[in-house]
């Protein structure tokens, strides 16, 4: 076995990683490890933009921006959290744009911007252009730019190093176990300090937006290690994903002015949200989604709606709603600036539907898209214990993996994209920092077994179960009864069948038994996580009897503040969830009825 | 329908030479060749052995030979393909097991041409401008998902992999035509180079194999004739 050491570990490539690569690589020995090549990680598939109150068009304060956060966060979010990532971001993106991101411009040369769901001028309620965008490739770009500016700075990275374990001494972090593609070889790296950037876990369902590869590592890791995992019944389901693919549509697409219809040809978010209608905040409009298709108004009575971003479509409802540019110019547009404005989003529609959207409508339902609970943090990017806020000496969690909380129980479009760049950044440099001041905590000799026990079971299963048919019992009871509207009794035969899953899942034995490159072995192992945050899910799901965000229940439908104004903290415990709870941080903002 | 998939089969731990596996899925004129080799993966034989991660076109984890043309595994549909397809690992980079290639050689050449921006401050307080014009004359390059199909389809690079190979060049044609970049001279006598821009002979298989539909080989010609003139028009 091999064992390596280095000062600050990062785990995961993506925007969070490799934002905390750059600056913790600055003063300390660093290393990150990334179970697929860098830009290959999730961050390259945003879309829409990154939300900073940039002002380039119109008037907009980072105090707006906060606002917006914690309304669209269902005042679940840490006021104190929101508040430093919005002040942060105008900063962050100056910091970005001067790394060469090639951000799209406006005519005066300035980073371009465009409305958003839920992105608000505070005085007057109307959109405003907040969220700062590459086309429709913002993620790409962002990913792109730091991985580039990582090989200018000569990072270390360890590619397809699949971490399996944290290891830890005394309550305080050693290093992690890390498994080779490559060989199968069982690595230890040895580490003052190491951050979780994983990333989410959407392939917990079935239709989602998510990679192959988001299946919830950095919690499910942690959460075997005795750190507990906060708010994770709020997952957000993304109103426009391509009709049974789960592909995403971005947002930006409503924010171009396009708009959902129904089977009647019905605009029907001004039912839902009579003031911004279509760019009302996700989990209000995933829900009113649902609503429609139960009435039986999906398109033909199935369950998808149409989204039209046909220029006759979006000049006819501009026009109906006086919708103006920043500038006061009626909003018009023409086909030839949709095809500029979203050129990969008509790609998406051209390959996986034959259809294009400057001609057609594209047909789309809800994707599970985003978690917004995790490993919980401060606003340091320092991992909680407990609810009272004892914290685990070098340990680090940032970007989706982790909840600080600044997305509450529902995330704001483009929030996901300041949130990598903002919490890996500061990430990176606490790390750095807290590694100066520490020593190495001794290697236990049993560094590996457990993860090693973990891969034998794998190969020694009896085989009388396939991995292939869990995975997709799990997605299908997850889709059924953990999705946008939830019930107890659903919740439930959720809850009892991903017991039975997992009791199942021990007879499972991986088809590939050699060494070299067995995706399969890791592949069952990413199942296991799965099937560990399906259940804390659930488990989280079931005791919050309110509807918050994207937590939505037919059986209680209202927001309770008095009860449930808190966050959620779910620890594994011999088999079994054990929950907690522990205050909202509220600053400015007093919670009060959401309405759009 | 039933869709016969002809795969290149390679396990380094157990075989002396390469092989190929037939195997018949049960599949939709939608689906992707992604999920037809999923469903084997899953339900015939666990050790076919593939890179994948977003499943649509972004990520750039699943280039293969599929047909004999590079293609993103998850961009191309049985519709688009027929009902006898031929799956093997991209040429030119060695073969480790089944469908998947050591990419180390694709990356060092990326490394090599300094693909990252030069210029900017540490702690800038403002943007810095660029025209919507100036944005526009790079846009094309900055679309690369270091895939390695258009490398992997090119006769020179087949020839010689000391040749730097195309979607290098589109990483270096995209900081050379940034209008704020300051290091385009420093790249340009990179590439050229006997192993640089000389080796492209304009075959065209690059942009024809591109899934992100860049325009390569123009890319290359911008690169040529700015290292003849000295010039970024």
């Given at each position: 076995m091999k064992t390596h050491q280095y000062e600050v570990l990062i785990v995961g490539a993506g925007g969070a990683g490799l934002m905390a690569a750059l600056y913790a690589s600055r003063s300390a020995s660093t290393a990150v490890l990334s179970k697929l090549y860098p830009t290959r990680s999730h961050t390259g598939t945003a879309q829409g933009g990154v939300g900073a109150a940039l002002g380039n068009l119109e008037e907009d304060r980072p105090e707006w921006h906060t606002f917006d956060s914690v309304k669209g966060s269902d005042y679940l979010g840490d006021q104190d959290a929101i508040e430093f990532m919005c002040e942060a971001a105008p900063q962050v993106i100056y910091e970005l744009e001067h790394m060469g991101l090639p951000f799209s411009r406006n005519p005066d040369g300035t980073i371009a911007q465009r409305p958003f769901g839920g992105h608000t001028n505070n005085v007057t309620g109307k959109p405003v252009t907040r969220a700062c965008y590459a086309a429709d490739r913002t993620g790409h770009m962002i990913l792109q730019t730091l991985y580039q500016q990582c090989i200018k700075n000569k990072v270390t990275f360890f590619d397809e190093f699949h971490v399996v374990d944290l290891i830890t001494v005394n309550g305080s972090v050693a290093g992690v176990v890390a498994l080779e593609l490559a060989t199968g070889e069982m690595h230890v790296f040895h580490a003052k300090a190491v951050i979780f950037a994983t990333g989410g876990h959407g392939r917990v369902w079935d239709v989602t937006s998510n990679a192959y590869a988001y299946t919830g590592d950095g919690v499910a890791i942690t959460l075997r290690r005795g750190v507990p995992a906060e708010d994770m019944e709020f997952f957000q389901f993304h109103p426009t994903g391509i009709y049974r693919l789960g592909i995403l549509i971005t947002e930006g697409v409503r924010g171009e002015g396009g708009v959902l219809i129904n089977d009647k040809g019905?605009?029907?978010?001004?039912?839902?949200?009579?003031?911004?209608?279509?760019?009302?905040?996700?989990?209000?409009?995933?829900?009113?989604?649902?609503?429609?298709?139960?009435?039986?108004?999906?398109?033909?009575?199935?369950?998808?709606?149409?989204?039209?971003?046909?220029?006759?479509?979006?000049?006819?409802?501009?026009?109906?709603?006086?919708?103006?540019r920043p500038d006061g110019s009626p909003f018009r547009v023409t086909g030839e600036e949709i095809l500029a404005k979203l050129p990969d989003i008509i790609d998406f529609c051209h390959v996986y539907l034959g259809v294009d959207p400057v001609t057609q409508p594209m047909p789309v339902q809800q994707t599970a898209h985003y978690a917004m609970g995790g490993i919980p943090t401060n606003v340091h990017a320092e991992v909680y214990l407990d609810e009272k806020g004892a914290i685990m000496p070098g340990l680090y969690a940032a970007g989706e993996v982790a909840c600080v909380s600044v997305h509450g129980a529902n995330r704001l479009g483009t929030n996901s994209?300041?949130?990598?760049?903002?919490?890996?950044?500061?990430?990176?440099?606490?790390?750095?920092?807290?590694?100066?001041?520490?020593?190495?905590?001794?290697?236990?000799?049993?560094?590996?077994?457990?993860?090693?026990?973990?891969?034998?079971?794998?190969?020694?299963?009896?085989?009388t179960e396939k991995a292939a048919d869990i995975a997709r019992e799990m997605k299908t009871v997850m889709d059924d009864h953990v999705g946008v509207f939830r019930v107890k009794d659903g919740m439930q035969q959720a809850l009892d069948k991903i017991r039975l899953l997992k009791e199942r899942y021990k007879e499972v034995r991986a088809g590939d038994q050699g060494s070299a490159f067995n995706t399969d072995m890791l592949n069952i192992w990413e199942l296991s996580n799965l099937l560990d945050l399906a259940e804390v899910t659930t488990v989280s799901a079931l005791a919050r009897e309110e509807s918050r965000g994207g937590h939505a229940r037919d059986d209680f439908p209202q927001r309770d503040d008095k009860k449930w104004l808190k966050h959620t903290m779910a620890w594994m415990r011999e088999g079994d969830v054990k929950l907690r709870y522990k205050p909202v941080t509220i600053t400015k903002y007093q919670p009060k009825e959401r309405v759009y | 329908m039933k869709v016969t998939l002809k795969i290149f089969r390679y396990n380094p731990e157990t075989d002396m030479k390469p092989h190929y596996d037939r195997f018949v899925v049960e599949a939709e004129a939608t689906d992707r060749i992604l999920d037809l080799l999923e469903s084997i993966k899953n339900y015939q034989d666990g050790t076919l052995s593939y890179r994948r991660s977003c499943a649509h076109g972004i990520c750039g984890s699943d280039a293969m030979r599929i047909n004999g043309v590079n293609r993103l595994a998850c961009k191309a549909l049985v519709?688009?393909?027929?009902?006898?397809?031929?799956?093997?690992?991209?040429?030119?980079?060695?073969?480790?097991?089944?469908?998947?290639?050591?990419?180390?050689?694709?990356?060092?050449?990326?490394?090599?041409?300094?693909?990252?921006?030069?210029?900017?401050?540490?702690?800038?307080?403002?943007?810095?401008?660029?025209?919507?014009?100036?944005?526009?004359?790079?846009?094309?390059?900055?679309?690369?998902?270091?895939?390695?199909?258009?490398?992997?389809?090119?006769?020179?690079?087949?020839?010689?992999?000391?040749?730097?190979?195309?979607?290098?060049?589109?990483?270096?044609?995209?900081?050379?035509?940034?209008?704020?970049?300051?290091?385009?001279?420093?790249?340009?006598?990179?590439?050229?180079?006997?192993?640089?821009v000389y080796r492209c002979h304009t075959i065209f298989n690059c942009t024809d194999a591109c899934p992100r539909e860049i325009q390569i080989t123009k890319a290359i010609g911008e690169l040529k004739k700015a290292i003849v003139t000295a010039r970024l028009d």
């Open positions: 019905e605009r029907f978010m001004e039912r839902y949200a009579p003031k911004v209608k279509d760019l009302a905040s996700r989990d209000v409009i995933s829900r009113a989604m649902y609503l429609e298709m139960q009435e039986g108004r999906g398109v033909g009575g199935k369950r998808y709606l149409y989204l039209d971003v046909r220029p006759e479509t979006v000049n006819k409802y501009a026009a109906l709603d006086n919708r103006t994209l300041l949130d990598i760049v903002v919490f890996g950044k500061e990430a990176g440099l606490r790390a750095a920092e807290f590694s100066g001041g520490a020593s190495f905590q001794p290697l236990p000799g049993d560094a590996a077994d457990f993860a090693r026990e973990q891969f034998a079971r794998l190969r020694d299963g009896s085989g | 519709k688009d393909v027929g009902n006898k397809v031929t799956v093997e690992p991209i040429l030119g980079l060695p073969v480790e097991k089944d469908l998947i290639v050591d990419m180390e050689p694709f990356f060092d050449h990326y490394r090599s041409v300094m693909p990252y921006f030069v210029g900017g401050e540490e702690n800038p307080k403002k943007e810095q401008m660029q025209s919507p014009e100036d944005r526009e004359r790079f846009d094309d390059t900055t679309k690369c998902i270091l895939c390695a199909a258009c490398t992997t389809s090119c006769p020179s690079f087949w020839a010689s992999g000391e040749y730097i190979g195309p979607s290098a060049m589109v990483n270096a044609h995209r900081f050379i035509f940034d209008s704020r970049d300051q290091a385009a001279a420093e790249r340009l006598k990179i590439l050229n180079d006997q192993y640089g």
